[in-house]
């Protein structure tokens, strides 16, 4: 057993070493993907709080009363100075003391600093379709309602500005376009410029520019007024086609909220990296981390888990291949003899032995014993149940289910078993119009017709006659001891029963069932088939002369004529 099971351990060795490097790699990846989350999470939180009050500002400040009123009537001076009074409030607000106010109608551009410069001359100038520095305004009046976010970074002077473009509409109808901008230049220094080993984080729009990064030549400058430049988007970061398909489908579902952040294993310059992203709803950025695994979570570290694994699982086989065979193997060989033993009909050694010790071996032993004796018991049990079984299954092969009666095999065989020398009648009854009673009261009806009618029967001849089904719709009866004169008076006994009284249906109605019937007597001797061929002539002619009736024939019969008897 110890070889066996030194062999067993070395050619499990293999696969248990794929199955730890399995394993490792999943938690390298669970942890690795809870890191992502959490540093995605940390990213989208960190540094925002000033840039979404700022936006928010601005979404207030595109929803007052004051600027859509003076949007519409921008001539009319009471509502310009309510309007440039409300700019002028929020002004003081906005974290940068600046705004600007584009109204559509006439493309006046207003612009107020931080210092005050233009108290009373904020209109600046004309936006116009023709100049290419105006061209950010139409670009935003056609991303619809809404704030959105347009980076403008000058890599000169390592500032970074991120103006807030809310646009004004009333229905379909656009007013204009207000907002104001923030310096974001220490912000993407403290998030994207933090020093973490394998972490690069970024942010990025909708269409992937990058809007802030480490290396500033990734930055898209100006991405709502320039054709995004494929070295400036994160899809140029990532190798394979379908990681970048993958990273789409990444800020599709982080952007329609179906998941707070997401994250995947891509090629990133030639290295498995995990990529997670987050979204930023209120500002339509998303933040991309992109992470080496290998730098942050060193699988060196679980080496010595690896070996002290395979130390324990070594000490441990050997261990319990020695008690194995002690405890077991040992005491089953002392089993088996007393298995032999129990063959030839002695159970004393496995009774000892079961009685020695109550472990699993022992109690095994008393069992073996205790189950040839319960086997011999349930076996003669058994073998009478199968007698009784029998017994009832005989029983129902010769009676008819539906009625209780006897079926055309239990007639058969009481036919047969009736004494031979003694004259008997015989009577084959046959529901009139049977079909009718089914076509206007159902199947059902007819059911209850033909256990009534078999009752009837049985109830008019007693303890005289034996009665079965033996057909559909046909009945037969067999009368012991009976004579021409004793026939006439059971037929008219049977028809009696039958006609006086309407059969009540399961559903409250009644139906009057009448028969008609085929008698004759049987000569000592006769075969049955001979006999209900008789029986079946007379019914036919009871039946052929308008049914409700019954026709006798005396056939065979010693010192009779052969004539037919109509009742």
Same mark, same amino acid.
């Given at each position: 057993?110890l ?7 070395l050619?499990?060795?293999v696969?248990?070493?794929a199955?730890?490097n399995?394993?490792?790699a999943?938690t390298?990846?669970k942890l690795g993907t809870l890191?992502a989350e959490?540093q995605v999470?940390?990213?989208?939180h ?5 840039l979404?009050?700022e936006v928010s500002l601005?979404e207030a400040?595109?929803?007052?009363q004051?600027?859509r009123d ?5 001539n009319?001076?009471?509502?310009k100075r309510?309007?440039i009074?409300?700019?002028e409030?929020f002004?003081q607000?906005?974290a940068?003391k600046s705004?600007?106010?584009?109204i559509?109608?006439s ?14 001359d904020q ?6 379709p023709?100049?290419p ?8 009046v056609?991303l ?5 976010l347009?980076?403008?970074?000058d890599a ?5 500005k991120?103006w807030?473009?809310?646009?004004i509409r009333?229905?379909k ?8 901008g923030?310096?974001l230049?220490?912000?993407?220094q403290?998030?994207v410029n933090?020093?973490?080993?394998g972490v690069?984080?970024?942010f990025?729009?909708?269409n992937?520019a ?9 930055v898209?400058l100006r991405?709502?007024t320039?054709e995004?430049?494929a070295?400036r988007?994160v899809f ?6 379908e ?6 489908l990444?800020?599709n ?5 179906s998941?707070v952040?997401?994250?995947r294993f ?7 990296m995990?990529v ?7 500002l ?9 695994m290998?730098?942050?979570i060193?699988?060196?570290l679980?080496v010595?888990?690896?070996?002290l694994l395979?130390l324990?699982?070594g ?6 291949t020695l008690l194995?065979?002690r405890?077991?193997l ?8 007393a ?6 009909g002695?159970y004393k050694?496995a009774? =000892?032995m079961? *009685?020695g010790t109550?472990?699993?071996?022992? !109690?095994l032993?008393?069992?073996?014993t205790e189950?040839? $004796?319960? %086997?011999?018991d349930h076996t003669r049990l ?5 007698r009784e079984?029998?017994?009832?299954l ?5 009676r008819?289910?539906?009625?209780g009666?006897a079926n055309?095999?239990g007639?058969v ?5 009736a004494a ?5 009648g015989l009577?084959?009854i ?12 159902g199947?059902?009806?007819?059911d ?16 005289n006659g034996?009665s079965a ?9 067999l009368l012991?001891e009976n004579?021409?004169?004793r026939l006439?008076? =059971?037929?008219? *006994?049977?028809?009696a029963?039958?006609g006086? !009284?309407q ?6 109605r009644? $139906?009057t %069932?009448?028969?008609s019937?085929g008698?004759c ?10 006999t209900?061929e008789a029986a ?7 039946k052929?002369?308008?049914?409700n009736?019954?026709n006798?024939?005396?056939v065979?019969?010693p010192?009779?004529p ?6």
């Amino acid at each position: 057993m110890l070889i066996l099971v030194l062999i067993g351990t070395l050619a499990v060795a293999v696969p248990a070493y794929a199955a730890f490097n399995w394993m490792v790699a999943a938690t390298v990846i669970k942890l690795g993907t809870l890191f992502a989350e959490k540093q995605v999470l940390y990213d989208r939180h960190r540094g925002l709080d000033a840039l979404m009050r700022e936006v928010s500002l601005a979404e207030a400040l595109a929803g007052s009363q004051s600027i859509r009123d003076w949007a519409n009537a921008e001539n009319d001076p009471v509502l310009k100075r309510r309007g440039i009074a409300e700019l002028e409030h929020f002004r003081q607000s906005f974290a940068d003391k600046s705004y600007f106010f584009v109204i559509n109608g006439s493309g006046n551009y207003y612009f107020n600093d931080a210092t005050n410069s233009y108290a009373g001359d904020q209109l600046r100038y004309v936006v116009n379709p023709g100049n290419p520095r105006d061209a950010w305004y139409y670009s935003t009046v056609a991303l619809g309602e809404g704030c959105h976010l347009n980076v403008d970074n000058d890599a000169n002077l390592r500032v970074t500005k991120v103006w807030m473009n809310c646009v004004i509409r009333e229905g379909k109808r656009v007013l204009g376009v207000l907002g104001t901008g923030i310096d974001l230049t220490s912000f993407i220094q403290e998030v994207v410029n933090i020093p973490q080993v394998g972490v690069t984080s970024m942010f990025v729009d909708r269409n992937g520019a990058v809007q802030a990064h480490r290396d500033q030549n990734m930055v898209d400058l100006r991405s709502l007024t320039t054709e995004m430049s494929a070295e400036r988007t994160v899809f140029s970061l990532v190798d394979r086609p379908e990681d970048q398909g993958a990273l789409q489908l990444l800020m599709n579902e982080v952007a329609s909220g179906s998941v707070v952040a997401g994250s995947r294993f891509m090629s990133v310059a030639g290295k498995e990296m995990l990529v997670g992203v987050g979204y930023l709803d209120r500002l339509g950025w998303f933040n991309v981390t992109l992470m080496d695994m290998d730098s942050i979570i060193d699988k060196r570290l679980f080496v010595p888990i690896g070996l002290l694994l395979a130390l324990v699982a070594g000490l441990v086989a050997t261990v319990l291949t020695l008690l194995f065979k002690r405890t077991v193997l040992d005491r089953l060989k002392r089993l088996e003899i007393a298995v032999h033993a129990a063959r030839a009909g002695d159970y004393k050694p496995a009774l =000892a032995m079961g *009685a020695g010790t109550r472990d699993e071996v022992g !109690r095994l032993s008393a069992a073996f014993t205790e189950m040839a $004796v319960a %086997v011999s018991d349930h076996t003669r049990l058994l073998e009478a149940r199968v007698r009784e079984r029998t017994v009832e299954l005989e029983a129902l092969a010769f009676r008819d289910v539906q009625t209780g009666i006897a079926n055309r095999r239990g007639f058969v065989a009481a036919f047969d078993n009736a004494a031979p020398l003694d004259q008997r009648g015989l009577l084959l009854i046959d529901i009139d119009h049977f079909k009718t009673v089914n076509d206007n009261f159902g199947h059902a009806a007819g059911d209850v017709v033909i256990s009534e009618v078999a009752r009837r029967i049985t109830t008019s001849l007693g303890s005289n006659g034996i009665s079965a089904r033996w057909g559909g719709d046909e009945f037969i009866v067999l009368l012991p001891e009976n004579a021409p004169n004793r026939l006439h008076a =059971a037929v008219l *006994a049977v028809m009696a029963s039958i006609g006086d !009284r309407q059969v009540s249906l399961p559903d409250g109605r009644s $139906v009057t %069932v009448s028969v008609s019937v085929g008698a004759c007597l049987v000569a000592p001797g006769q075969s049955l088939e001979t006999t209900v061929e008789a029986a079946d002539a007379a019914l036919y002619k009871a039946k052929h002369e308008g049914r409700n009736r019954a026709n006798i024939s005396e056939v065979g019969m010693p010192g009779l004529p052969n004539v037919k008897r109509q009742v």
